[in-house]
């Protein structure tokens, strides 16, 4: 199967003009793959440019180049270059001067997986405390109204922001979150004990036993229609008038209520 290795900027060899112009890109390494793909949306992305495509060509228009890729319609139907790979020699004449790929790779995200650079200085490692971190968050939830990530909040502690920033990061129950955050202990059969590392390792120690606190979305996605215990009565024609039947007589002293209504005609009852 398939499997990555490793990831780094590579250099392709392009035919242009009679001679051979070395194009870099971002790439994965795969060893068990037997072609090298080159990514023209990558290329242009990190270092600029377009491509238009055509029903027998792809041209790649790298300033002031115009760099053409034939189709290979007879047989896999894409763009094929050969023999583009680069010897040793070539990498190591014209490597030195091409720009790396990797800035471009080395995305650093927050608790939601968005890329921050104020936040991120290097790989996983917040260099903000946890109360600011969780306040950029849970404000982002807010829509301008108060919540529970606003400074004055104190219901909950640094060590709750954390394991709630954890769950909306990951996506899995807080209880879950607390068992990566702690040394878990497998026993086999035969006695051993093997101890296993904790998979997050939490700012605050605390975050692994803290009470769980309450999370908006799991409320909401826990919600159920309910049945209101309501009594519903039918009106029984031949019970209409049954206290009155049969209890004046003609001639009988009546009460009635009496309004004036100034807009002529019948009554609408």
């Avoid at 199967?1 to 971002?26: A, E, R, W």
């Avoid at 583009?84 to 490597?95: A, I, N, R, T």
């Avoid at 030195?96 to 997986?113: E, M, N, V, W």
């Avoid at 936040?119 to 969780?134: A, G, H, M, R």
Wanted: charged share 20%.
């Amino acid at each position: 199967s398939n499997q990555v290795v490793g990831v780094g900027t590579t250099l392709h060899k392009f035919k242009h003009n009679g001679s051979y112009i070395f194009i870099p890109c971002l790439s994965y390494h795969l060893p068990s793959a037997n072609i090298r793909l080159f990514s023209p949306q990558t290329y242009h992305t990190i270092y600029g440019g377009h491509s238009t495509v055509n029903g027998d060509k792809v041209e790649q228009y790298i300033d002031p180049l115009r760099v053409r890729v034939d189709i290979d319609n007879n047989g896999s139907n894409v763009p094929m270059v050969y023999g583009c790979h680069v010897s040793p020699q070539e990498m190591k004449d014209h490597g030195p001067h091409i720009r790396s790929a990797l800035p471009s790779y080395q995305r650093k995200t927050d608790a939601l997986g968005s890329f921050s650079e104020g936040l991120f200085q290097n790989w996983n490692l917040s260099t903000v405390p946890v109360d600011e971190e969780f306040d950029k968050v849970a404000s982002s939830f807010g829509y301008g109204l108060p919540g529970v990530g606003v400074p004055e909040n104190t219901n909950l502690s640094s060590a709750q922001k954390e394991l709630l920033l954890w769950h909306w990061k990951l996506g899995v129950s807080m209880q879950r979150v607390q068992q990566l955050m702690r040394v878990a202990e497998l026993r086999e059969s035969s006695g051993a004990v093997t101890t296993m590392d904790r998979v997050i390792i939490p700012k605050i120690k605390s975050a692994a036993n803290c009470p769980i606190p309450m999370c908006q979305s799991c409320q909401l996605s826990r919600a159920r229609l309910r049945k209101p215990k309501v009594a519903k009565s039918k009106a029984i024609p031949d019970n209409a008038g049954v206290l009155s039947r049969e209890q004046y007589c003609t001639g009988d002293f009546v009460s009635l209520d009496q309004y004036i209504v100034k807009t002529p005609g019948r009554l609408p009852t």
